[in-house]
């Protein structure tokens, strides 16, 4: 039998959203409030431990952030480094002639900060240098790139805010390592 799985952990203010085989119907995972739900609905658990259907708790804010997420990816890094209801902080980390994706996110937009290093920035089709200390704005549906164009790691931070927050939300135009 297939249970619908849905993670409540109290220390991170998250949840998530998983499926497995079981035949228990409660089980500790991480320290975290695990709920299994014999249903073809697909559940959340919202803080307090309340369950609601799904489809009403994306239509109040989602995010599938959570602090210490990372990743590498072919142009560098990211890592959470702070997440919460409507919002998601990461550091990202650009390798010298490393580019990421032409790209837009229709439920977010994102606020980026340089720390370190040089940045070529494209926003729709004008495009500029930004250096540390400087910040960039990238409302929601709008085409936006950074590349590395200096000679060291580029590191900036980037704020989403939005209501749904997921690392699924976004349509690539142009990528030098084909992902379109």
């Given amino acids: 039998m297939i249970w ?5 952990f109290d220390t991170l203010n998250a949840t998530k959203q998983f499926k497995c085989k079981s035949q228990d119907k409660t089980q500790d995972i991480l320290g975290g409030k695990l709920h ?3 249903s073809c609905k697909k559940v959340g658990i919202i803080p307090g ?3 609601v259907p799904y489809e009403i708790l994306s239509m109040t804010v989602a995010n599938s952030y959570v602090r210490g997420m990372h990743d590498t990816r072919p ?5 959470v480094i702070d997440a919460g209801v409507g919002f998601c902080v990461k550091h990202i980390c650009v390798v010298p002639g490393g580019v990421l994706s032409l790209q837009s996110h229709e439920f977010r937009s994102e606020h980026w900060v340089i720390i370190r290093g ?3 920035v ?3 089709k004008e495009t500029s240098k930004k250096i540390a200390g400087e910040h960039v704005y990238i ?3 709008m085409k936006h790139q950074i590349r590395n164009v200096g000679n060291g790691v580029l590191e900036f931070i980037e704020v989403q805010q939005g209501d749904r927050l997921d690392e699924n ?8 390592y084909g992902r379109v």
């Fill in 36 to 38: 299994l739900l014999q």
């Fill in 139 to 141: 409302p929601k549906q």
């Fill in 75 to 79: 142009w560098g890094t990211w890592e």
């Fill in 118 to 120: 040089v940045a070529s």
């Fill in 49 to 51: 431990g309340e369950a």
């Fill in 122 to 124: 494209t926003l729709d």
């Fill in 169 to 176: 939300d976004i349509t690539r135009y142009e990528d030098i």
């Fill in 4 to 8: 619908e799985v849905a993670i409540h």
